[in-house]
């Protein structure tokens, strides 16, 4: 391992197994010498950390906590991030609001305290990079983790960190940053919401990054650096399905006989299946008909509600693992056996698979960290389901798949995604016997806009400006998908709805 000190963006000292010293340019950038480094030693980890956390730096931690190459871990003590909470206008995904006790997902990473593999600095094709270390790493990490590189904000990586202010993007780098890496769209987006909300007109920074012609892009294939993990998340390969079920009687017998057919059998089969119908009876006969390779735990329920259904199934799971199944799933015999190996090659907890349509193609072809979670196409370690159930303040709403991802990045564990996983989703037709909710604000007489439950979501897990930038974009939407109206009255209107949404977000909060 070799290990960058720097001060004032610029290196101070580097060091090689913990006592060598090495020459470096003294007039040269960080991150230029961080590249001419990982050059000279194309097999090491480079640990960056600023002088003033020099004390704090957790040195013997940083292998356990850098498990595999294809990794950048990172960690700001501070509040705040080198982006500030402006850059929550341009981007909604869970890597935005940054939980600092955890181990969280983010692209967002700090001069403070990093840690990377040479052999992706090496990877890298452009060999220019800017002078600011900070705009740099956070950069590179925005551009690779679609492209597969895991990146963490890691507390572990320091002891008491010494919480001296850490540099601040300028708006002149922020509005620069969101022209090199966003749309173009929400660099116009970034400007009027701060005109908006912050009644701040950043004019120059707009100008200056508009004709800015450095798009930045990379042709970088992180594939041919190899994981070689170095911990073990499997102990057992012992698996738990659940399935809640209401009116699928055929398509629910199709997937247990794909679960029958698996060179990887589960050991339970958790079923909840709901009727609403008084004194109605259980249709699932085939469950003690026919002989299964596994156990089948049945459930029957006059209460629907797919939350209430999960959370029952996965109260009965008694293996290492779950398998978070749909009624209307189908699948290869190898699923198991194949998640099993990626669960095993990437040391993770929790993953979702790709989860198409038939005939759909597939779109995201590279295993990276995703910002999604799905109730139906997801595996989870059973131990980080201790504290997080499905909130029954989404039920018959939309958002409790999301909801519940988000439980789990803010207790630690990260979820990937894996393309080569396939689920095909039939989207079957709803049962017969289902019948429609009546949610609680159906008789108001303004409709809250956007539905209550999504609003709770955007409450629970995003800032400020999260929230209000998405509040510009559903405005804009409804706006020029609708007739046009007078955009005066449409605003006092849509801010009704607006209002009544987070009135009855909080109310079902409170009453869940």
Same mark, same amino acid.
């Given at each position: 391992?070799?290990?960058?000190?720097h001060?004032?963006?610029?290196?101070t000292k580097?060091i090689?197994?913990g006592t060598i010293?090495?020459?470096?340019?003294?007039?040269?950038?960080?991150?230029?010498?961080l590249?001419?480094?990982a050059?000279q030693?194309p097999?090491t980890i480079i640990?960056?950390?600023?002088n003033?956390n020099?004390r704090?730096?957790?040195?013997?931690?940083v292998?356990?906590?850098? +498990? +595999?190459?294809?990794?950048?871990?990172?960690?700001?003590?501070s509040p705040s991030?080198?982006f500030?909470?402006?850059?929550g206008y341009?981007e909604?995904t869970p890597?935005i609001?940054?939980?600092?006790?955890v181990c969280?997902p983010?692209?967002q990473?700090s001069?403070e305290v990093? *840690?990377i593999? !040479?052999?992706?600095?090496n990877?890298l094709?452009e060999?220019n990079p800017?002078v600011d270390f900070?705009?740099?790493i956070?950069s590179l990490?925005k551009l690779?983790?679609?492209?597969?590189?895991?990146?963490?904000?890691?507390?572990?990586l320091l002891?008491?960190a010494?919480?001296k202010?850490?540099?601040?993007?300028s708006r002149f780098k922020l509005?620069?940053?969101?022209?090199q +890496?966003?749309?173009?769209r929400?660099?116009f987006?970034?400007?009027f919401?701060?005109?908006?909300?912050e009644r701040?007109?950043a004019?120059?920074?707009?100008?200056?990054a508009?004709?800015y012609?450095s798009?930045r892009?990379t #042709?970088?294939?992180?594939? !041919?650096?190899?994981v070689n *993990?170095t911990?073990?998340?499997?102990k057992e #390969?012992t698996?738990?399905v659940?399935?809640?079920?209401?009116?699928?009687?055929k398509?629910?017998y199709?997937v247990?006989?794909d679960?029958?057919?698996?060179?990887?059998?589960p050991?339970?089969?958790?079923i909840?299946e709901?009727?609403q119908v008084?004194?109605s009876?259980s249709e699932l006969?085939?469950?003690? !008909?026919e002989?299964w390779?596994?156990?089948?735990?049945h459930t029957?329920?006059?209460?629907?509600g797919?939350?209430?259904?999960?959370?029952?199934?996965?109260?009965? *799971?008694?293996s290492e693992?779950v398998f978070?199944n749909?009624?209307?799933n189908r699948?290869?015999e190898?699923?198991?056996k194949? #998640?099993?190996q990626?669960?095993q090659n990437?040391?993770?907890?929790?993953?979702?698979?790709s989860y198409l349509?038939?005939?759909?193609?597939?779109?995201y072809?590279t295993? +990276?960290?995703?910002?999604i979670f799905?109730s139906?196409?997801?595996? *989870?370690?059973a131990s980080c389901?201790?504290a997080?159930?499905?909130?029954?303040s989404?039920e018959?709403g939309y958002g409790e798949?999301t909801?519940?991802?988000?439980?789990?990045?803010?207790?630690?564990?990260?979820i990937?995604y894996?393309?080569n996983?396939?689920?095909?989703?039939?989207?079957a037709p709803?049962?017969?016997?289902r019948?429609?909710p009546k949610? !609680?604000?159906?008789?108001e007489?303004?409709?809250?806009k956007p539905s209550p #439950?999504?609003?709770l979501?955007k409450?629970?897990?995003d800032?400020?400006?999260?929230?209000?930038?998405?509040?510009?974009?559903?405005?804009l939407?409804?706006?020029?998908?609708?007739?046009?109206i007078n955009?005066?009255?449409?605003?006092?209107?849509?801010?009704?709805?607006?209002?009544?949404?987070?009135?009855?977000a909080?109310k079902i909060r409170?009453?869940a």
């Amino acid at each position: 391992m070799i290990v960058i000190y720097h001060h004032k963006n610029r290196i101070t000292k580097v060091i090689s197994e913990g006592t060598i010293e090495l020459s470096f340019n003294r007039n040269s950038s960080i991150a230029c010498e961080l590249l001419e480094i990982a050059a000279q030693f194309p097999k090491t980890i480079i640990c960056w950390c600023s002088n003033h956390n020099q004390r704090n730096l957790n040195i013997k931690e940083v292998n356990k906590l850098f +498990h +595999h190459q294809k990794m950048m871990l990172s960690y700001n003590p501070s509040p705040s991030n080198y982006f500030d909470e402006r850059i929550g206008y341009v981007e909604q995904t869970p890597f935005i609001n940054v939980n600092k006790k955890v181990c969280y997902p983010t692209w967002q990473m700090s001069s403070e305290v990093g *840690v990377i593999h !040479a052999s992706v600095l090496n990877a890298l094709t452009e060999r220019n990079p800017v002078v600011d270390f900070d705009y740099f790493i956070n950069s590179l990490a925005k551009l690779l983790m679609p492209k597969g590189l895991i990146c963490y904000s890691q507390p572990k990586l320091l002891k008491g960190a010494n919480r001296k202010n850490a540099p601040k993007a300028s708006r002149f780098k922020l509005y620069k940053f969101v022209k090199q +890496h966003y749309k173009l769209r929400w660099l116009f987006l970034l400007f009027f919401n701060e005109l908006i909300y912050e009644r701040k007109i950043a004019l120059f920074s707009f100008i200056n990054a508009l004709f800015y012609k450095s798009k930045r892009k990379t #042709t970088i294939n992180l594939n !041919a650096i190899d994981v070689n *993990v170095t911990i073990k998340t499997i102990k057992e #390969t012992t698996i738990d399905v659940i399935i809640p079920t209401i009116g699928r009687k055929k398509y629910l017998y199709d997937v247990l006989c794909d679960l029958k057919k698996q060179t990887h059998l589960p050991k339970n089969v958790i079923i909840v299946e709901q009727n609403q119908v008084e004194n109605s009876v259980s249709e699932l006969d085939y469950l003690t !008909a026919e002989t299964w390779p596994f156990n089948i735990k049945h459930t029957f329920i006059h209460q629907s509600g797919a939350c209430n259904a999960r959370n029952i199934a996965l109260s009965k *799971v008694e293996s290492e693992w779950v398998f978070l199944n749909d009624d209307d799933n189908r699948f290869e015999e190898d699923l198991l056996k194949n #998640t099993f190996q990626c669960i095993q090659n990437y040391g993770i907890h929790a993953l979702i698979t790709s989860y198409l349509k038939p005939n759909e193609k597939l779109e995201y072809k590279t295993t +990276h960290q995703t910002g999604i979670f799905g109730s139906g196409n997801s595996f *989870v370690k059973a131990s980080c389901l201790k504290a997080v159930v499905f909130d029954m303040s989404f039920e018959f709403g939309y958002g409790e798949d999301t909801d519940f991802g988000m439980q789990l990045r803010h207790k630690g564990y990260d979820i990937m995604y894996f393309p080569n996983l396939k689920i095909i989703h039939l989207y079957a037709p709803m049962g017969g016997f289902r019948i429609k909710p009546k949610l !609680a604000w159906n008789n108001e007489l303004i409709q809250p806009k956007p539905s209550p #439950t999504i609003m709770l979501l955007k409450l629970k897990y995003d800032t400020k400006t999260q929230i209000n930038g998405y509040k510009l974009l559903l405005f804009l939407r409804l706006y020029f998908n609708g007739a046009l109206i007078n955009p005066v009255s449409f605003h006092k209107n849509f801010q009704e709805k607006w209002n009544m949404s987070q009135t009855w977000a909080k109310k079902i909060r409170t009453n869940a």
